[in-house]
């Protein structure tokens, strides 16, 4: 006898992972290279893990003079953008493209199509919000339909404004002294945070989230 | 100084031809790579630009030349940089791949990006290549190019560049940036003058060296191991199967497998699966131990265990034979009981071990099909969880019994421990086996997963199992077809069966 044969035409399941990059003018130079390094590292890590490799979905955002977004596509396929730094912090504009991102994205579970597991959202910024955030911040929140399972904000050095991040989400992390090391150090927590993940989600409780994530580097304060 | 038949009119559209040579080792040509790939993007969005030119993106070695999409510049140049390269580059193959780009009037105007010398006998390539491209300008980047190669290449006006130290690379593309876009872009200032060269060094100093990209090992995407836990205790077999004798025509088989994942991770099997036999009574039990939780892979066995015997205390407690509403209601208390004793089991257990109930966290399915031989069988199910208790008709009819209770996303799921007992008979369901089933499956998550669509997956398993169900060993069998492989199932597997052997 041998296994089943289900032929693989089923869609499959989908851990979404969303990107919320500043890319405002504070980051040029070695902050913004240090970041496309970053997002690099996190492809290459998840990359080598099977789990991962499929299931794992990104999504990029940056947000500087506005939001722009990269259509969610599967690991095997994701190309690290190269990113460019210049121009305001519309954070509003980012979160509120993060809401049309999960409302058009996500594949809510039905008895004939695989829904996915719960998103997972990383904000990297470095300075105050130069528009209208705090109506997206609460969209995202209450949001009834497709809401975000994670959503952990990195803020990065000592223009940030912490207040405003906590506003956005309860989990917000803290990197005073913001140095090429330490922004690498984040993005490989975060690629064990999505793996963790992508482990954990199939099998999570109702209603719980993520607590599970590994700590943080200690160059990263968590607030 | 000007650039050479400067494409100006609609009907002179030019071709740019960024070429880049990928034998100089992953390192460079990453780097390079990257402010390829941000210059290409800068052109493209440069308003009128594509209206004037193209863009022609190639990667060559010794042997082949392709051209490829800017969103796979990196992806190829990474891969093909990674394969063993011999000797350096060769421009005959890149010479051979520009002659067969479509000749728009303006003119190829090409820039080979060395990241090596060349191999032998490159100089005999050179002059075809003038021959047919505009002009030439050849970035000699990374120390080990020859420079003399890059004076040989360059056709004017481009001319040579030597970009040593590499650092110095993204200036260097800032500044041909600028000054294709003054040619082919939609621009009221004149066009700028090309950039002095040969630039080998700049003015203001080469860029800190953390802002250079990092070197990135091409991902060829992970394969899944099968590693042995170290940790002994508790320990599981990664494979368990059973066959238990029913009655009246009737038989009962469970498998269960350890998933890729927990083999990936060196971790041990968390599902678990019970079967019992109760005056006529088939009992099965299966538990999907929680993967967050320590030692769920106990709870779940623990589970299955203590649910039997609550099933079959439950039996003799509250089953009188009863018909119609009464007796369901009867039955959904039998599978109560079998809930009761499996939470009693769980907690016991944390007690002994003196460790959180919520460590030894599972789902919990239950199945009593009986009681066979009677008039009226009937068949009760509890399901805490994921999973599916899934019936088969006489007509290949699928009926789910119970429900998963499934969130909007996947994985939301319950626990036993976490349920309340409140909750409880909300979890059972009963009713008559009529028409009496020829198969009722009791299945984790791992395996109920893989049949969404049910009706288009459905059918393989069952067809298998019937398969299985007429040979020696069924519960041997059962475990071999559950070996499946399957993209995106990574989960245990367990599954039991009670099946009609005659109908």
Sequence with gaps: MNGLNFGDNTPTRRLPVYLLLDTSGSMAGAPIVAVNNGVGLLYRELMNNPNALETVWISVITFAQDAKRTPLTDLSTFTPPVLTAGGPTALGAALRELGRALDSDVIANSPDRKGDYKPLAFLLTDGAPTDEWRSAAQELKQRAKAPLGTFVALGCGDEVKVDVLKEITDQVLLMRDVQADSLQEFFRWVSASVKQASIAAPRLGSGESLTAMPPPPPSIEVL | ?503
Excluded at chain 2, 45 to 69: C, K, N, S
Excluded at chain 2, 105 to 133: C, E, K, M, Y
Aim: net charge negative; charged share 20%.
């Design chain 2, 1 to 503: 100084m000007p650039m050479p038949d400067p494409p100006r009119g609609a009907d002179r559209r030019s071709a740019l031809i960024f070429a880049l040579d990928v034998t100089g080792g992953d390192d460079v040509v990453y780097r390079v790579a990257v402010y390829l790939q941000d210059l290409a993007r800068k052109l493209a969005d440069a308003p009128g630009l594509l209206r004037r030119t193209r863009i022609d993106l190639v990667i060559f070695d010794a042997q082949d030349a392709t051209v490829v999409a800017l969103e796979q510049l990196l992806a190829v140049a990474q891969r093909m940089a990674a394969a063993p390269n011999p000797t350096g580059a060769a421009f005959a193959p890149l010479y051979r791949q520009i002659k067969q780009l479509p000749y728009e009037n303006g003119g190829f105007h090409t820039f080979i990006l060395l990241t090596r010398t060349p191999a032998a006998g490159w100089q005999s390539d050179v002059a075809p290549l003038h021959a047919l491209v505009a002009s030439v300008t050849a970035l000699c980047c990374g120390p080990d190019p020859a420079p003399e190669v890059a004076h040989a290449l360059s056709k004017e006006p481009g001319g040579t560049r030597i970009v040593d130290p590499l650092a110095t690379l993204r200036k260097q593309f800032d500044s041909i940036g600028a000054w294709l876009m003054g040619n082919f872009a939609d621009s009221p200032a004149p066009p700028p003058e090309p950039p002095a060269q040969p630039p080998a060094s700049v003015p203001d100093g080469p860029p800190p060296a953390e802002e250079r990209p990092a070197v990135v090992a091409p991902p060829t995407g992970a394969k899944w191991r099968v590693i042995e836990p170290t940790d002994r205790s508790d320990a599981v077999d990664h494979l368990a199967a059973q066959q238990m004798a029913g009655v009246a025509g009737w038989q009962m088989i469970g498998a269960s497998r350890r998933g890729k994942l927990h083999a990936h991770e060196g971790s041990y099997r968390e599902d678990a699966f019970a079967l019992g036999m109760h005056h006529g009574w088939h009992l099965i039990a299966v538990a999907d131990g929680a993967g967050s939780c320590r030692l769920s892979r106990v709870g779940a066995r623990v589970a299955c265990a203590g649910a039997i015997d609550g099933l079959k205390a439950g039996l003799n407690r509250f089953w009188n034979g009863a018909k119609d509403d009464l007796g369901a209601t009867m039955l959904r208390q039998v599978i109560r009981a079998g809930i009761e004793e499996a939470h009693a089991a769980v907690y016991t257990e944390a007690g002994k071990r003196d460790i959180p109930v919520r460590e030894l966290s599972s789902t919990l399915l239950l199945l009593a099909l009986g009681p066979v031989p009677s008039p009226q069988p009937w068949l009760a199910v509890g399901q805490i969880g994921d999973g599916m208790v899934l019936a088969v008709g006489p007509d290949d009819d699928l009926r789910v019994l119970g429900a998963a209770e499934k969130g909007f996303y996947a994985g939301e799921t319950v626990f036993l421990p976490g349920l309340a007992v409140s909750e409880w008979e909300a979890h059972t369901w009963a009713l008559p086996a009529d028409p009496l089933p020829e198969m009722v499956l009791v299945m984790s998550d791992g395996v109920a997963d893989d049949l969404v669509p049910l009706r288009q997956q459905a059918p393989t398993l069952i067809g298998g199992l019937r398969e299985v169900i007429v040979r020696p060993q069924p519960d041997q069998d059962l475990l071999t077809i559950l070996g499946y492989e399957k993209r995106d199932s990574a989960d245990d597997r367990t599954l039991a069966v009670v099946y009609r052997r005659e109908k």
